[in-house]
DNA sequence: CTGAAAGCGCTTACAG
DNA sequence: CTGAAAGCGCTTACAG
């Protein structure tokens, strides 16, 4: 009983046959090729190019102590900047031999955790975390297998389940508001995101407050959900306790383009009557106009390290810092 | 010399073992537990749940004849509804038996092929096509393989190489034209991306054209590279030409948003000096002011058809069409 | 530098 | 409804 995956295929032993060498000598030209002579090396090549061999990765992994197989939970927020993320982990895995698995998470902790095991299914080599809210049963899931873990996300947090590379959302706000008041705005106002179970946002209404507590202002914050449809209200609400608000820093870009619009449809220009910052820098923050003056965050650079610092990890690498922070910039633009 | 790939986990022989059955029975559990007593199944499932065991998918995968892995390359264009797209395949294959590995592309042909020999080493069961430029010895090389394929793309292209799922540029441009000259502009100017290896971008100018020659007026495009700052230039070009357009249909959001900045710079009124309309209803379409009248593709529910497809075409659905045609929709906005 | 043997953890095909 | 045997295509550990 000959049982082929794909028929017109061939595999290792076809190869071998071929060649003239065992297996195990063509698996190790192809996984070890320094431990083979450059005769034979170059022979087994010339077969596997002829041939059009492609390894079979599943039996490869499969049959390995750690297998090639890199897990990721990756909310479905599209322009939340994970996109940026996961292409960043993406770039770094696919020069390497690892294949990146990305399972679609949502924002309930039970089906991330459903996911989390759905992937420890295909035996990964290591993780990367980068969704929210995470269960504490998750965490410990992960630590007792002892995989490799690295987690995007707030640095100041949670004890980090391995390794850990962020951004302080907290400073970063707290640097953005300093900022404003830099620029001569005495009136700032806030608008952010419900901190239900959301670390970043959380942190970026606190850094927001502890600016206005350093310049010894009276902070004006309301925080609504995380969609756009939110900030005409977070608007009114903000006009309503403090009229005089002179800028309002959202902590979403997606905030601060939805109260550019509010802002136009009250008839108010910005920055002139109203300035807005916001917090992220998509892609569209320097076309709309006025161009978005926002803090940026690289979540390509951070997917990047996030994957290095994971590739390390997995090879073992000693001198591994825990903990990296990838910082933040502020970018001045026209709208504020 | 006993290894296990992760020690502190369970394979299935250990829950049989524990269960008092054989292995295949636990399989069966699993996999198909209609074949199974219901006794038999609820003191396994028993089993299952006490230890914590998680089927090793490498293990199941690789012995079974066909895989349960699906692959698709995604090329690294954040925000050119790609995205949406794996969504909505993920969004499927997450309620199904199988994983959907993203191998990310480029925009160059060589790369492409290579990311999917890298994909096939996997075995998968099947494959999404979306992105391009497709080399030809690719489909060559998958249509060898009769590996089921779900191409999604431009409806009027080349012969599928197995199943197709798309939209006509086409028609959405020539519609979107006819719409605006109903609206009551007289003269439609285009603003369209280069044809290069992009169908796409291609089928939008020829049907802007068609519905301009069914006008019986002069049609007045230009065609720059599809990246925001080719706008400003484009537009220029456009004045130059035809100084007294009234609309210019852009063969993209991103063109729209861009044309609109730079009508504010130059002093133009959107829509009462220039109208603009775009092609794709980005997130940020109805965001913008004005919000932008455009073309709506709906990327996530073609994702989600592509992977219905997929899956009805591995399991060998004989019912199904070979090509689905999705459409389009023409959202009216502000700004035109 | 090269190879023969064993095994990874499942599923398939056959049998009862 | 249940099981014993064989095998999927590789890699590991040992030997020479």
Redesign the interface.
């Known amino acids: 009983m000959l049982?082929r995956?794909?028929?017109?295929?061939f595999n290792l032993q076809d190869i071998a046959r071929r060649a003239g060498v065992s297996p195990i000598t063509v698996s190790r030209v192809i996984n070890k090729p320094e431990m083979v002579s450059e005769a034979t090396r170059s022979r087994v090549l010339g077969v596997i190019q002829e041939m059009g061999f492609?390894?079979?990765?599943?039996?490869s992994?499969?049959s390995r102590?750690?297998?090639r197989?890199v897990g990721t939970v990756a909310p479905?927020i599209?322009?939340s900047g994970i996109?940026?993320q996961v292409?960043g982990m993406?770039?770094v895995f696919?020069r390497s031999d690892y294949?990146?698995?990305?399972?679609?998470g949502d924002l309930s902790a039970e089906n991330e955790e459903r996911?989390i095991?759905?992937i420890?299914?295909?035996?990964p080599a290591g993780f990367i975390l980068q969704a929210f809210p995470e269960s504490d049963a998750m965490r410990e899931t992960l630590k007792?297998?002892?995989?490799p873990v690295v987690e995007i996300s707030e640095l100041v947090g949670k004890e980090p389940i391995d390794c850990l590379v962020g951004v302080s959302n907290y400073e970063a706000a707290r640097r953005m508001t300093l900022f404003l008041a830099e620029l001569g705005y005495e009136r700032i106002s806030f608008m952010g995101a419900h901190s239900h179970g959301n670390d970043r946002a959380m942190r970026r209404t606190l850094g927001y407050r502890a600016a206005m507590a350093e310049l010894a202002r009276q902070a004006v914050a309301v925080v609504g959900p995380l969609h756009?449809s939110y900030a005409a209200g977070g608007l009114r609400k903000i006009l309503e306790i403090a009229p005089n608000t002179e800028v309002v820093f959202c902590a979403s870009d997606?905030f601060a383009?939805?109260t550019?619009?509010e802002c136009?449809r009250r008839g108010l220009r910005v920055p002139e009557d109203l300035a807005v910052a916001g917090f992220g820098d998509l892609?569209?923050a320097p076309?709309?106009?006025p161009a978005i003056t926002t803090v940026r965050v690289d979540r390509y650079r951070m997917g990047r390290i996030a994957a290095e610092t994971l590739l390390r990890r997995i090879a073992g690498d000693a001198s591994l810092e825990r903990i990296q922070d990838v910082g933040f910039s502020i970018v001045r633009r026209e709208s504020a």
């Open positions: 049982r995956l794909h028929a017109g295929t492609v390894l079979n990765r599943l039996a992994s499969f102590a750690s297998s197989i479905p599209i322009n996109a940026e292409q993406s770039d696919s294949q990146l698995l990305v399972s679609p996911q095991m759905n420890l299914g295909w035996q007792l297998r002892q995989l756009p997606t383009i939805a550019i619009q136009r892609d569209l076309l709309i106009v």
